[in-house]
């Protein structure tokens, strides 16, 4: 694809796949759930031609990085070690770098800010804000309070239940399915039912993702197996509760920028519309420069919107250069 590079990376003791393409300052795009390095494509080759090096990886149990078998094997410090090893491995002349992040990729990016301020020169985080969560109750909990058991997250957390309910409707209708959710309320698996409706209800694709796109979503999930590597992260959110407990109320201290559609699920998550507008967001992000709220931008916000959201990531990063 237009010259982007493919090579495998030995990292924290597995091998990741990284897409990269373009000289210079390095940006690392981290991608969220289903999604692969492909889902930065179209800001792979625009940043590249604007004087970067632009380095997508499958994340640890996507695509064609390895998918450890533990479920444990996914918390947020094994995603983070692979990212600095990564980085070490790819930049090692470059002290810090530009970061990229997309749902889990920018839950991931918000940590490694934290954690290595001295690895991140700035961060442009896309639909998931810092998640600091609150220590009265477990994020489980909380969500099967608020959203009941057929809540996605929930219908999740048992090792294989949900795969088996997604091979039966099979791998392209999933991937179609979770790519062109637009509602702004809760995506719901009840069993039967999953997205809220029979299994043979067609799916019409947005101008922004063709047959070919979903086609290669679909082959690399299928090369895995299915979901469950992508899966077992949110099988970690109650974990990750647990381990980042020593870190309440810690600031993240890199410059920060942040975009979400304004009919994106987690825009409408219970509290997240407050925590971004009324004080806690810039609180928790001090350096927080911008938030942008785009109208009518579903989720997929980066292949959305892919122009608008290029054109953001160079605003923003070339004041750092």
Not at 112 to 126: E, G, T
Not at 275 to 296: A, R
């Amino acid at each position: 694809m237009e010259g982007i590079e493919h090579k495998i990376v030995k990292v924290n003791g597995i091998n990741m796949h990284v897409a990269e393409k373009g000289e210079g300052p390095v940006i690392l795009f981290l991608h969220g759930f289903p999604e692969l390095w492909y889902s930065w494509r179209h800001q792979i080759i625009a940043l590249s031609s604007l004087g970067y090096r632009a380095v997508a990886p499958d994340l640890r149990g996507f695509g064609d990085t390895d998918d450890p078998h533990p479920v444990a094997s996914y918390t947020c410090f094994h995603i983070l070690g692979d990212l600095v090893e990564l980085l070490d491995a790819v930049a090692p002349d470059q002290e810090k770098v530009f970061v990229v992040g997309h749902d889990w990729g920018a839950y991931m990016a918000w940590y490694l800010c934290l954690f290595r301020p001295d690895k991140v020169k700035a961060l442009l985080n896309l639909s998931v804000p810092f998640l600091p969560f609150t220590r009265q109750i477990r994020p489980l909990d909380g969500w099967r309070a608020f959203y009941g058991n057929d809540y996605y997250i929930c219908r999740f957390q048992e090792p294989g239940e949900i795969e088996a309910e997604f091979a039966e409707i099979g791998t392209e209708r999933v991937v179609k399915e979770f790519l062109t959710y637009r509602a702004p309320g809760p995506i719901l698996l009840t069993k039967g039912k999953l997205f809220g409706h029979s299994a043979d209800t067609p799916i019409k694709l947005p101008s922004w993702l063709s047959e070919e796109e979903v086609d290669y979503y679909v082959a690399k999930f299928d090369k895995n197996g299915g979901f469950t590597g992508g899966i077992n992260y949110y099988r970690n959110f109650d974990r990750n509760w647990e381990l980042l407990a020593p870190w309440v109320g810690c600031e993240i201290k890199v410059p920060a920028k942040f975009i979400v559609g304004d009919q994106d699920l987690v825009y409408h998550m219970p509290g997240i519309k407050e925590y971004i507008h009324s004080g806690g967001f810039k609180k928790d992000v001090p350096l927080l420069q911008e938030v942008v709220v785009m109208e009518g931008v579903g989720h997929f916000i980066n292949m959305e919107k892919a122009d608008d959201i290029n054109k953001h990531i160079y605003d923003f990063f070339r004041q750092f250069d």
